[in-house]
């Protein structure tokens, strides 16, 4: 493949991966009115969580096609973090109407 085509798919998975991140923020501000500035936090413990663990499977000779529930279970890991600290967290810093 053209060093162009790689970097156009580059600039596209980017850009993607930053739409996620503020769309979170836009629908977490527009229904909660709390700025929840964890987003980036929780992407960045995915990735580690996510890489950890294909490392390892990879490490203990998984084949390649293995991966792929990885990256399902690491995504789960932190939705199942951010419901905790939506759950702990984020009720402390709401401020009453009144």
Known sequence: MSILVIQ????????????????????????????NMAHG???GVGAYVTA?????????????????PLLLLGAAAVALIGAVMAQQGLPALRVSAA
Do not use: K
Request: zero cysteines; charged letters at 5%.
């Open 41 to 43: 936090s929780l992407y």
């Open 52 to 68: 950890w663990m294909v490392g390892r499977a990879l490490a203990l000779g998984a084949p390649l096609w293995a991966m792929f």
């Open 8 to 35: 156009i798919l580059n600039s596209l998975f980017y850009a993607s991966v930053l739409f996620l991140i503020a769309a979170g923020l836009s629908l977490i501000f527009g229904v909660m009115r709390i700025v």
